[in-house]
């Protein structure tokens, strides 16, 4: 294997959207030509998270956390620099040739574990897809999808698979190739015994993976085919699996999401691949646990719309609440499929046909306050005026949560006309803040402004400022780096000044022109990865020479004052009078030397 050559990784980083890419994870909004959002590295209300498609780079103003498309992919991924440059070229259709992960950058301990639970996880999703479908082992796993009307394409789609019942098959086949069995068992792929020993974990169940949103398999959920308990078993909590933030199918659905502008969500995982198969690839649910905040908000930056489509027994019903309640956090629009009593999407396509269940998504949905309309009358007598009262109350909070201020509308003067109130006094019951919060997704976005400060807004002393508007300048342009360096050359105060700036030396030296993405790229720590981030992001005053020579000047004399400081303290120490009056002789020439600049 060979070291990834500089120039894939120029390839792989220009050909990647960082704005795309970002939006993934940010809901941005356009401003002038660049895109704000809210920080996805630390809390906060009001966005400081800045995205030039231009520079190819991202800076919070409120955090100082900032980089390109690789680093960005390194701190939300928690990869390494190879493994996301890998994960980069795998979205941009680039071909990579083989390389030392360890001749590229170094890896921390907690990356180089992450890495081995990724390739262990595709080695063994590629095992039981084997088995499933190219052995007599795994008929019993494809007959059993083949019986609840999965097809082979839609097998291989989300790469299903069978793992055979056999106590030590997956454990073997790790060790087979040298993996750390107790790092597997911390990564959710196997188990060990009550007698001590290791064990298979999905052992005679169909398997589905589980994918990041990146289409990276991070884990496992196991159905049980011959009424065996558990029915299911899953990826517990690992360093790569977490549960509230993953959706089955995601990867599956994320451009047919992109493209329609919507999503259907749904409880199982049997229930996206039917849907899938169907022919609505958007399709996706969430890993036996109810919808959470960051589902929610995961989908919110993708889609306009939701079609919630759960189960239709009384938990269903339920979920479907919670979950409304939650996109609607989130401002997107909410609508719902009902389906009869007992039935799922899986069944309800079984027991009908797909065209059926198609015709039922497009034509027979209803409003998010048509379905609460209906979940709120459950059990209740309204002609009794207590009953009455309160699913009038309980409407009225839920119409004041609508992101859609048309059925806001609707739904005020259908409770006025069966309650013969007057719209007028039901609106006045809207609490305002419901109303804030129900306001277009559109409109509440254009409601929050983005940070402007810019660093050189920070307090800094006057040498510091004056590093960084050199290195700013110098990172834009090769010609006042080179004069830098023949003037000053690596002699700046701060020591990761230093640095940059002979990081910058070298990056030139190569005849590399002015490039602050592709320099960046090069750096590698995430320390310094930032400073040229905010540097990049920095209001900088048209470039002027006698300016540069201010701040060079700023730099030198601060560094003047420091062995000033040196010499001063080693005069208190000295005993020999000679020594003594050398050093005084020394520290009145730098004093004034200090005092003509």
């Known amino acids: 294997m060979k070291r990834l050559p500089d120039e894939l990784v120029d390839q792989v980083r220009q050909a990647t959207d960082i704005v795309e890419l970002i939006s993934e994870r940010v809901e941005l909004k356009k401003q002038g030509n660049r895109y704000s959002g809210l920080c996805p590295f630390h809390s906060e209300k009001s966005p400081s998270f800045s995205v030039s498609p231009d520079k190819g780079m991202y800076y919070c103003f409120g955090c100082g956390a900032g980089g390109n498309a690789i680093t960005f992919v390194m701190e939300t991924e928690g990869m390494s620099f190879p493994e996301a440059v890998v994960k980069l070229a795998d979205r941009t259709d680039i071909k990579l040739p083989e390389f030392e992960r360890s001749d590229q950058t170094e890896s921390t301990p907690d990356q180089e574990k992450k890495y081995r639970m990724r390739e262990a996880h595709r080695i063994v999703a590629d095992l039981y897809h084997e088995v499933m479908l190219q052995t007599a082992a795994g008929d019993a796993g494809r007959e059993y999808l083949e019986q609840r009307g999965i097809q082979e394409s839609a097998m291989r789609e989300f790469k299903l698979g069978y793992a055979p019942d056999q106590d030590r098959f997956t454990v073997d086949s790790l060790a087979r190739r040298n993996f750390d069995l107790d790092e597997m068992v911390e990564a959710g792929l196997i188990s060990i015994g009550r007698d001590g020993d290791y064990r298979d974990r999905f052992n005679g169940r169909v398997v589905f993976p589980i994918s990041d949103r990146d289409g990276t398999i991070v884990g496992f959920s196991g159905r049980s085919i011959d009424g065996r308990d558990p029915k299911y078993v899953n990826t517990a909590e690992t360093p790569l699996f977490n549960k509230s933030e993953l959706l089955f199918g995601f990867a599956q659905a994320r451009g047919a999401m992109r493209k329609n502008k919507q999503v259907v969500l749904v409880e199982g995982n049997l229930d996206v691949v039917r849907v899938a198969q169907a022919g609505i690839p958007y399709t996706v649910a969430s890993l036996g646990t ?114 859609n201020p048309l059925l806001r509308d609707i739904y005020l003067g259908k409770l006025a006309e069966e309650f013969h109130l007057s719209k007028e006094s039901l609106l006045s019951q809207v609490k305002p803040l419901q109303l804030q919060q129900a306001k277009p997704k559109q409109e509440r976005r254009q409601e929050t402004q983005v940070v402007t400060s810019s660093p050189q807004d920070r307090t800094f002393s006057n040498w510091k400022r004056a590093e960084r508007f050199l290195l700013a300048y110098m990172i834009r342009s090769e010609e006042v780096g080179l004069e830098v360096r023949d003037q000053l050359g690596v002699a700046f105060n701060d020591p990761a000044h230093q640095l940059i700036a002979g990081k910058l030396y070298e990056f030139y030296g190569t005849n590399t022109p002015a490039d602050p993405d592709r320099f960046l790229t090069m750096l590698h720590e995430a320390s310094l990865q930032r400073i040229v ?41 000295q005993t020999d009078i000679r020594a003594q009056a050398e050093l005084m002789q020394a520290i009145i020439e730098r004093k004034r030397r200090l005092k003509d600049r």
């Not at 979950?323 to 609508?335: H, K, N, T, W, Y």
């Not at 540097?535 to 004399?557: C, G, T």
């Open 290 to 403: 109810a919808l959470t905040p960051v589902h929610a908000q995961n989908l919110g930056r993708i889609v306009d719309e939701v079609i919630v489509c759960y189960d239709g027994d009384k938990a269903g019903r339920a979920a479907t609440l919670k979950a409304l309640r939650l996109l609607e956090d989130v401002a997107v629009d909410c609508s719902v499929i009902r389906l009869p009593d007992g039935e799922d999407p899986d069944s309800f396509i079984g027991a009908q046909s797909e065209e059926t269940f198609l015709r039922v998504i497009e034509q027979e949905r209803i409003s998010s306050l048509e379905f609460k309309s209906f979940y709120f009358r459950q059990g209740k007598n309204l002609r009794l005026e207590g009953e009455r009262v309160r699913y009038i109350e309980t409407m009225l909070e839920e119409i004041g949560r609508t992101a």
């Open 533 to 573: 981030a905010d540097l990049e992001f920095m209001l900088m005053p048209e470039y002027d020479p006698d300016l540069l020579s201010h701040y060079i000047r700023a730099v030198q004399n601060e560094r003047q004052r420091r062995t000033l400081d040196e010499e001063k303290s080693q005069l208190s120490q």
